[in-house]
């Protein structure tokens, strides 16, 4: 028989396996600098060994606060090595947040750096979310009535602060434990214990802690790699969303399958991102938000540099921006993909070999092990092929439920499947669309209108770069939708123009009554925060 081999490992062997294999060959590269698979591997076990010394023990729960950058996969990884758990946190939190999260993921320690994001500064951010810190006595040994849980912060760095461990001295306490010490957790760590703890990116409310277990990750990494994007250990994989992302965290583990290279970025400026693509001769590219993509094909060097070859782009947008994107990049096939952070990130990418209407209008079908079902929201019932409803999920990819929440868990599963809150369909191989969030949904006059609809239709409009809609109180109809706009750059739009664009073209309840102008957007980590646009609303 020749069916589908399952191919899992824990996180920590991932990176073992690789350094095996490929030792000399680039694991990481960013603009001015890299690491080999075998350099990653000595890294993650240095770090390992420091945090031991630190007195951090297996099962310990450690957060990275940092940018990208080299330190931060050699702290993810070692923190695999040593049997901890990791929870990457969102670098655009304010100290309100920070405080949060510390406090509902029960941290241990934090890892962070006086490496300037181009979200924050975070000593200070830090500092603001626990007042007490810089007058802590023993740094390595914290007792903050804030989080009586934490124990210690690290600042990676040249800079030393009141209640920081210096990184010249995270990095001495390495003598105080040794290889071995690491490897004797390494082996204690079980496939379906918790290797990462994402947070919800928080787009309505306080995130929550979602656990990914090492074969969530790993079997959705290999799953990216061997049945969709099919790498090999000449590739260079441009991925530069934040290491806190998974849109991050699975290309490092598809690369680590493959033995490819992972490019990524501290600051993503299109120009050097080009730049950079040429350099290297990337050949796969991870932009996966329209933001991003958008910078890329309208910056001047876009036309100049070399991208050819470029074989493989990932976007996930409103079709017509699809469209144009996939003309932006014509030697390359385009795909799109499903998923959310409960499910390990990604369930679903196209295949390359789909058409391009199926890949402009689908997301591909779910890999291996992984089975989902489209239901009415209201009754769970399920429903035929083609039609719309709530997809749920069920299998490996799961995770086993949000953190300290046994409410949410209770209202986010059904019969062992989980609810994703998105509405989508799927076609007769498969293939599942995505038609917005259930919650993205306005309300018109007793008229259920998807968000998405409105945005994808404002996309076509020649001007538009980015459409976000949102619903805003109306005497009369209860809500009615309002757009927020960014434009192309060098053009120009009204209000008046964009209303009318869409009337007489979609139906008269979708035709947005607002447009406000944005140049800037609120941003989660990756997702518009459309509860502040609508904070911002002035009719």
């Keep these: 028989m020749n069916g589908h081999r399952i191919q899992v490992s824990t996180l920590g062997d991932l990176l073992l396996h690789a350094a095996d294999r490929y030792p000399d060959h680039a694991a990481i590269i960013f603009p001015d600098a890299q690491l080999t698979y075998a350099q990653l591997r000595d890294r993650a076990y240095l770090r390992a060994r420091s945090l031991l010394g630190l007195g951090l023990q297996r099962r310990d729960h450690i957060g990275i606060l940092m940018p990208n950058c080299l330190e931060y996969l050699e702290c993810l990884l070692g923190i695999q090595l040593m049997g901890g758990m990791a929870v990457p946190m969102n670098a655009r939190y304010k100290a309100r947040e920070l405080a949060y999260v510390v406090e509902n993921a ?45 124990r210690n912060v690290v600042m990676f760095g040249s800079s030393e602060r009141p209640g920081f461990v210096p990184q010249q001295t995270f990095e001495s306490l390495a003598a105080e434990a040794t290889d071995d010490d690491v490897e004797a957790r390494r082996m204690c760590a079980t496939l379906r214990e918790p290797a990462i703890m994402m947070y919800t990116s928080g787009t309505t409310s306080d995130p929550k802690g979602c656990p990914l277990s090492h074969e969530v990750l790993v079997r959705s990494g290999v799953n990216m790699n061997r049945e969709r994007y099919f790498l090999d250990d000449s590739d260079r994989f441009w991925a530069p969303l934040p290491m806190f992302h998974m849109a991050s965290i699975l290309p490092m583990m598809a690369c680590m399958d493959a033995g490819a290279a992972m490019q990524s970025m501290t600051h993503v400026e299109a120009g050097a991102a080009l730049a950079m693509m040429e350099r290297d001769g990337t050949t796969v590219a991870f932009p ?24 493989r782009i990932n976007n996930v947008a409103p079709e017509e921006m699809l469209r144009k994107f996939q003309d932006a990049f014509p030697q390359a096939v385009q795909t799109g993909a499903f998923g959310l952070t409960e499910v390990g990130g990604v369930i679903a990418f196209n295949h ?86 259930i919650k993205d949904t306005l309300k018109v006059g007793g008229e259920n209108v998807a968000a998405l609809e409105i945005e994808s239709y404002l996309a076509t409009h020649p001007s538009v ?27 120009w739009a009204t209000e008046a123009e964009l209303i009318d664009y869409c009337s007489g073209k979609i139906a008269s309840f979708k035709v947005p009554r607002y447009v406000r102008f944005v140049e800037e957007w609120p941003m989660s980590s990756t997702k518009v925060q459309k509860f502040r646009l609508l904070e911002s609303f002035e009719p």
Excluded at 293 to 300: A, D, S, V
Excluded at 414 to 428: A, E, H
């Design 106 to 150: 029960d941290l241990a320690s934090v890892l962070t750096s006086d490496l300037i994001s181009e979200y924050a500064d975070f000593a200070e951010l830090l500092a603001e979310a626990f007042p007490t810190l810089s007058r802590a006595p023993d740094p390595r040994a914290l007792s903050l009535p804030e989080a009586p849980v934490l």
């Design 288 to 311: 996966s938000f329209p933001t991003v993509t958008n910078e890329l094909i309208t910056h001047p060097d876009f036309k100049t540099r070399d991208l050819s070859r470029i074989r």
């Design 352 to 437: 390359p070999d789909d058409d391009l209407e199926s890949r402009l209008n689908t997301c591909g079908a779910p890999f291996p092990g992984v089975e989902i079902k489209i239901v009415d929201p209201e009754t769970a019932e399920q429903l035929p092929t083609g039609e719309r409803g709530e997809i749920l999920v069920r299998g490996y990819a799961v995770f086993e439920g949000y953190y300290k929440a046994p409410e949410k868990n209770a209202e986010a599963f059904i019969d062992g499947w989980f609810r994703t809150g998105d509405m989508g369909s799927v076609d007769n191989a498969g293939r599942i669309a995505f038609h917005g969030r």
């Design 465 to 491: 770069k980015l459409a976000q809609v949102v619903g805003v109180p109306d005497d009369r109809l209860l809500e009615v939708p309002a757009a927020f706009i960014e434009l192309n750059p060098n053009t």
